[in-house]
């Protein structure tokens, strides 16, 4: 496939050959998830054996309306500093190779008949933000992956205040039913298995509240896939 970003590394700047997105140094210092890892949120899981479903605590403490989940970064070093520059400095070259790192991670979870829809973000702070990082990624999985697309299957009822900060039952509270399928849309995933795509998985809430809404607008089952997963250090 043809790059349309220089080839450049994603993190140092340095020219790189690969079209992969990292040089070595820190391609090596990057940390994505490989081995035994939570199979609801794919955080890396220490000891099991590979191919075992394992469950990480958050998941076993908090009930996840998702069926499968994979990340394909730590966010944490490296990981996190690509998602922040992704979100905040437009650093939209970042997206394809983190496409192909999620969908590389997503592997063992693709169902051949999902639709992918992004989180989303609500107008007002699209506005502001002018793109939704999700919907950029969302759309390069598609390409990736040859699955369908529905950039705005999911719609914010009302905007949540910022959630950085809050506990984990408050961030809950906060985005239960403000995440709706429109009807316009549901026709899309009626029978049908959904791929949910965001940058980032903290506390699970938000994708929590998206994937109630795609089951409740008659999806099959949900899966979700992250570019970095907030992992307690072990
Ligand atoms: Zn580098
Ligand atoms: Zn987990």
Redesign the pocket.
């Known amino acids: 496939m043809h790059m349309i970003y220089p080839p450049r590394?994603?993190?140092?700047?340095?020219m790189?050959e690969s079209d992969f997105g990292?040089?070595?140094?820190?391609?090596r210092d990057t940390p994505f998830i490989g081995g035994v890892v939570c199979d609801l949120c794919g955080t890396p899981l220490p000891g099991g054996e590979i191919g075992e479903i394992a469950h990480c605590d958050d998941c076993l403490a908090i009930a996840r309306p998702w069926t499968r989940g994979r990340a394909a970064l730590v966010y944490d070093g490296t990981g996190r500093r690509l998602v922040l520059a992704l979100k905040h400095d437009d650093r939209h070259e970042i997206v394809q190779p983190a496409a192909r790192w999620m969908v590389q991670a997503a592997r063992p979870i693709l169902d051949p008949d999902s639709v992918i829809a992004p989180v989303p973000l609500h107008w007002t702070r699209l506005l502001q933000r002018r793109f939704n990082q999700s919907a950029l990624l969302a759309r390069a999985i598609s390409r990736e992956t040859g699955l369908p697309h529905c950039p705005d299957l999911l719609r914010r009822m009302k905007r949540t205040e910022v959630l950085d900060g809050k506990g984990r039952d408050q961030r809950f509270a906060a985005l239960s039913a403000t995440i709706k399928v429109p009807w316009t849309r549901a026709e899309l995933i009626r029978n049908r298995a959904v791929l949910l795509v965001d940058d980032v998985m903290t506390s699970g809430a938000t994708l929590a509240a998206c994937a109630d809404a795609c089951l409740a607008a008659g999806a099959t089952q949900v899966c979700v896939i992250v570019m970095a997963r907030v992992a307690k250090r072990p």
Do not use: D, T, Y
Not at 9 to 14: D, F, K, Q, R, V
Not at 22 to 27: A, D, F
């Open positions: 590394c994603l993190n140092c700047g340095e790189v990292l040089c070595g140094p820190c391609w």
